[in-house]
């Protein structure tokens, strides 16, 4: 293995990329909780989900994580009756996209507070090379 | 300059006491034992310095080049300061002792 | 045995405890991964039996490797705070408190390393 606090940060550092790809579709559903289709009868904008791999980065040799592909949430749209509007279809039903608020700001937290651990990872472990080399310094 | 005072002290003999040597680095008093007399003790104090002395500049050359890890250049480092600073006191313990012999009335 | 064995043990220690902070590091980047299992390695106690074994039957000056021992091991179920469905089982929690563990040790191994290697560098000055 190679230097071990080495890798430590390039791990920590993979998962703070990887939360902060992981707030972007969130907050992308969250902007478009409401986003209908433009035509009649058109779907409106389809909730994202994000899911995590492990793999194995050849040229630091540690297993870092990474977003392994960007989904799509196949569960069914809201319907609300509002005949007059553009997106109305047939029976003047609206579809409106299957994004839940609540769900997507407890995700947010979630999201936070892996992000701010990994981030407690990396500046732990810089410390801990810092005063590994401070053990040179001094008298 | 350590091989050079290694091969001075073998000619003059045993005029210094071993104590702080033992002291200072037990390590290299145990295995210069083996070898009687004090030329023994100077010998694997010096190449005791020198060994830890290209260890540590090895180990620098490596961390330079990104090759290894902060602990291991650190150790190697601190182990040649360690012996290097033993060969130092050892060697102005002889000097001050090949002063003292030449000053001695004839 | 005098200060060259507290060097060599510091230093395992040392090597140990950046090895663990790896696996926390991992932990934690992985806590969102499905199906990932926290990790940790042997207690340094541990391995420290193993050397006094290995010290009794070689040579007292050297301290042979037993890494092969440090390399990652899955929590045992009972040992990890929460299981959810994904079937990950990392508490940041747990990683948080680890990471603590781990900073305060190496900070007083390198605070004893750097004194004793003061003590020595001044015990050696004529």
């Known amino acids: ?128 090379v810092a005063m590994t080399i401070d053990l040179l310094k001094g008298a | 300059m350590l091989e050079a005072v290694s091969s001075i002290l073998k000619g003059i003999g045993n005029v210094v006491q071993t104590n702080d040597i ?32 290209k260890a540590g500049e090895a180990a620098s050359i490596s961390s330079i080049q990104g090759k290894v890890s902060a602990q291991r250049v650190v150790e190697a480092v601190m182990s040649a300061e360690q012996t290097l600073q033993v060969a130092v006191a050892v060697r102005d313990k002889v000097v001050q002792a090949y002063q003292e012999v030449t000053r001695m009335a004839i | 045995m005098g200060p060259v064995y507290l060097f060599d043990l510091a230093s395992s220690q040392a090597r140990w405890l950046s090895l663990r902070q790896a696996t926390v590091s ?16 042997e207690p340094f106690s541990k391995l420290l039996d193993e050397k006094v074994v290995a010290l009794a039957v070689t040579s007292p000056l050297h301290l042979t490797s037993t890494e092969t021992s440090l390399r990652p091991q899955g929590t045992r179920k009972e040992d990890s705070w929460e299981i959810v469905h994904s079937g990950n089982s990392v508490s940041l929690e747990q990683e948080m408190l680890k990471a603590g563990d781990i900073n305060r040790d190496y900070s007083l191994s390198t605070a004893i390393v750097k004194s004793f290697h003061r003590m020595l560098m001044t015990s050696a000055k004529s």
């Open chain 3, 26 to 41: 991992s932990n934690v980047a992985n806590a969102n991964t499905p199906g990932y299992r926290a990790q940790d390695i």
């Open chain 1, 1 to 128: 293995m190679i230097d071990p606090l080495q890798a430590s940060v390039q791990i920590a550092s993979s998962g703070l990329e990887a939360q902060s790809d992981r707030l972007r579709i969130v907050s992308e559903n969250l902007a478009n909780a409401n986003s209908t289709g433009r035509t009649a009868g058109a779907d409106p904008y389809r909730r994202k989900t994000v899911t995590f791999a492990s793999e194995m980065d050849r040229a630091a040799g540690v297993r870092v994580v990474k977003i392994k592909d960007i989904g799509i949430d196949r569960s069914p749209f809201r319907v609300e009756y509002e005949p007059n509007h553009p997106a109305a279809g047939q029976d003047g039903y609206v579809k409106l996209p299957n994004v839940n608020m609540l769900i997507e700001m407890a995700d947010m937290r979630e999201t936070n507070r892996s992000y701010e651990a990994n981030l407690q990872v990396v500046k732990q472990t810089r410390s801990m």
């Open chain 2, 22 to 53: 033992a002291k200072a680095s037990p390590a290299a008093l145990r295995s210069a034992q083996a070898s009687a007399g004090f030329d023994g003790v100077m010998e694997q104090v010096a190449a005791d310095a020198i060994g830890t002395l």
